[in-house]
């Protein structure tokens, strides 16, 4: 029997998984300690470090100054001086005072030392979205972060593998940034109980389909598999692919989906100039130019900032319609009628304020 | 360690951080030496008396203006020289050149060229110590530019913060590139904050080495006593420009008057005065220094003859690579 389906797996969100994993992690390896602004505070980072403090005590477990940058070279030095920091971010634009010491420094680090010293960090930062979050409490920036040399980055969009590839994270010896999404937090899904770390690297299909690919990231996975299961009421077959992570890249897995339909739709969860989409249509381009049977399309944020009111919020973003608007245009599809469909939006849970 | 095994261990260190650079000058215009150079000609009683303070066991950071820490704490010049000319055989394989030299096994855990950015790191590494039960401290020089950092702000108040056992070092030449501490600060006295602050502050314009080491001693005592950090402040003159090898009294924004006063106390010269005060024979000390002089020449022909790194090191070590 498959050994995978063999493993006792339990229904819990995506904020429930990421606690599993840290609990889980911290009580195997006493050097694991999590910090950051608000991490010990009595509404533990949206509920994703409740119960550390009481377990593993304020050595290993504690809020500090506001001081990104500093805070961040802290990691470093512990990480190079045997311990394995998890550096944690509300927001990721809040992680963007910390780049000198990420771009500069973390990244370069096991390099500079000529492979001396490892910097086994995880950096957790939180996307922002929904309830007028805005320009400054919206950003993903993978593809800011996946530039730099000597970084990881990874996204994870389901329960199980915001368990599986924060322990990936956690037991790199490399530095990690988790982009976690708060729109993510409420999802529930089975999770397997015991930890299992999801490989970094490795891609998956999250549907199967034969006519099309979209590759998505983050929360744009959720809208793709909402856009296909609509798309399949028609009898147009989508495949659905989520990287997960985006350096290392399982660029395979992406070149064979789109080999086999022949079309491909990127939503990349990020600004798409000189984004991480680009750079997967261009490794699409070089491998199978000419096997396309369509263009690669790119959708991501709208170039420009974004805003906090709805209306406006809901142009800025790619969303499921958006998607399949695509697909029938791709397709050469008549538009099907959708005002009989309703797009479950996990944000309707949401209340914010944050 | 009696006064003459001190003295002498102070002027080691010193005199092999002023003959390595010495020699650096007399060859770097050859442009073999293909890496920025910030010289510390004029801050070796820093470098040797803070150093032989904090003995063996003790991790220290630092800054581009690297070759007196580096040399301090290694006291070895053959990996040192070969890096300069981007040899395989450096300290890096050539990767880093002057600007980021380390030496873990040294304690020597990190050098950086951008102002400022090791100074958290070395809280961090404290931490862990603590973390670890390990008895070190962490020690990180800076200059006086980079107390206009933020970062230095931000580790300051998290090392007090936590109690770290942290030694903070401030080598004070009054001067960030070529712009004086005068038009760069908006108080008085850095010392005098510094004091507000759950620390132990110490200061000394002295460039006797000697002098240096005793304070860095009642800092040492002070981190271990009170369990807290300490702030070491000292004033040293840098006597080359602030990159590159070559004096440059000409462009005005200083005298060779100032720096000739200070050379009237010059670190490697009272040192080798207070040789003679703790009866060290003027023929130990010429063997002492030719043996030196030897080791850093020789060094530096070796570095010469050694091969440039193979291509295939350009990527390596860019990520760790897991081995299961
Ligand atoms: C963050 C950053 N800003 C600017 C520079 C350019 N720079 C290099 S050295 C230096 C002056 C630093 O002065 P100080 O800290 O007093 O050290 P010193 O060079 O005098 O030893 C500057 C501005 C840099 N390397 N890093």
Redesign the pocket.
């Known amino acids: 029997m498959n050994k995978q389906l063999k493993l006792a797996t339990k229904k819990i969100s995506y904020r429930t998984a990421i606690n599993q994993a840290l609990h889980q992690e911290m009580e195997r390896d006493n050097s694991i300690f999590t910090y950051g602004i608000d991490v010990a505070d009595h509404k533990r980072i949206f509920g994703s470090t409740t119960g550390l403090l009481e377990t593993f005590g304020p050595q290993r477990v504690f809020s500090t100054p506001l001081s990104e940058e500093a805070l961040l070279g802290f990691g470093l030095g512990a990480a190079i001086n045997g311990l394995r920091p998890i550096n944690v971010h509300i927001r990721v634009d809040f992680l963007l005072l910390a780049i ?1 010491q990420l771009v500069n420094m973390v990244a370069s680090y096991h390099y500079g030392s000529d492979g001396k010293l490892q910097v086994p960090l995880v950096i957790r930062a939180i996307i922002g979205k929904g309830w007028g979050q805005s320009y400054q409490h919206s950003k993903s920036l993978q593809s800011f972060f996946a530039h730099i040399p000597g970084l990881k980055v990874v996204m994870p969009t389901t329960p199980a593998d915001a368990k599986g590839l924060l322990i990936s994270a956690i037991r790199d010896n490399n530095p990690v940034v988790v982009l976690e999404h708060r729109m993510l937090y409420d999802v529930e899904d089975e999770v397997p109980i015991k930890p299992i770390p999801t490989p970094l690297g490795k891609g998956q299909i999250l549907k199967i389909g034969t006519d099309i690919t979209i590759i998505a990231t983050s929360y744009s996975v959720v809208s793709a598999v909402q856009a296909a299961k609509v798309l399949e009421k028609q009898g147009v077959s989508v495949e659905v692919v989520d990287p997960r992570s985006i350096f290392p890249l399982d660029e395979n897995l992406i070149i064979k989906s789109v080999e086999k339909t022949g079309h491909c739709i990127i939503a990349d969860y990020d600004w798409t100039f000189c984004g991480f989409s680009a750079e997967l249509a261009t490794r699409i381009y070089e491998k199978l130019s000419h096997k396309l049977k369509s263009e690669v399309m790119r959708l991501g944020f709208a170039p420009t900032h974004c805003p906090s009111t709805r209306p406006l919020e809901n142009e800025f973003y790619t969303d499921s319609i958006d998607l399949i608007r695509a697909v029938e245009k791709k397709l050469k599809l008549k538009e099907m009628d959708l005002s009989q469909e309703t797009f479950y939006s996990y944000e309707n849970q949401f209340r914010g304020p944050f | 360690m009696n006064r003459k095994k001190i003295i002498l261990n102070l002027f080691k260190k010193a005199y092999l951080i002023r003959t390595t650079e010495e020699l650096i000058i007399k060859h770097y215009d050859n442009n073999e030496m293909k890496t920025p150079m ?1 010289m510390s000609m004029g ?1 070796e009683a820093i470098m040797a008396g803070v150093c032989t303070a904090l003995g063996k066991n003790s991790q220290t950071f630092g ?3 690297s070759h007196g820490l580096y040399l301090a704490v290694t006291e070895e010049t053959d990996k040192f020289f070969a890096e300069m000319y981007g040899k395989v055989t450096g300290v890096l394989k050539g990767k880093s050149g002057s600007m980021h030299l380390l030496s873990p096994s040294d304690g020597l855990l990190g050098i950086s ?5 090791t100074i958290p790191l070395a809280v961090g590494a404290a931490f862990a110590n603590i973390y670890l039960k390990k008895k070190q401290i962490t020690t990180v020089f ?8 933020g970062v230095f702000w931000e580790s300051l108040n998290i090392a007090c913060s936590k109690g770290l056992p942290v030694l903070f070092v401030c ?7 070529h ?1 004086p501490l005068s038009a760069r600060r908006g108080y008085k006295s850095l010392t005098n904050i510094v004091k507000q602050y759950s620390c132990s502050v110490f200061e000394t314009d002295s460039t006797d080495a000697e002098q240096i080491y005793k304070l860095s001693l009642e800092a040492i005592n002070s981190i271990q006593k009170k369990h807290r950090p300490a702030f070491l402040h000292l004033k040293y003159y ?1 006597y080359l420009e ?2 590159g090898v070559h004096e440059d009294f000409h462009a005005g924004y200083r005298t060779k008057l100032e720096f000739m006063e200070w050379q009237k106390k010059d670190p490697v010269k009272l040192l080798r005065n207070k040789l003679k005060d703790v009866k060290v024979k003027d023929m130990d000390i010429i063997e002492l220094e030719e043996r030196i002089n030897k080791q850093v020449e020789e060094s530096l022909q070796k570095a010469k003859k050694a091969p440039f790194p193979d291509p295939s090191e350009l990527l390596k070590n860019t990520f760790y690579e897991q081995t299961a």
Not at chain 2, 113 to 117: D, L
Not at chain 2, 171 to 177: H, P
């Open positions: 000198n | 910030h801050e800054t581009y203006r060229a951008v102002v400022g950015s800076f200059g006086d530019g980079a107390v206009d950092e080598e004070d030449n009054g001067y960030a590139v712009t840098r602030h990159v």
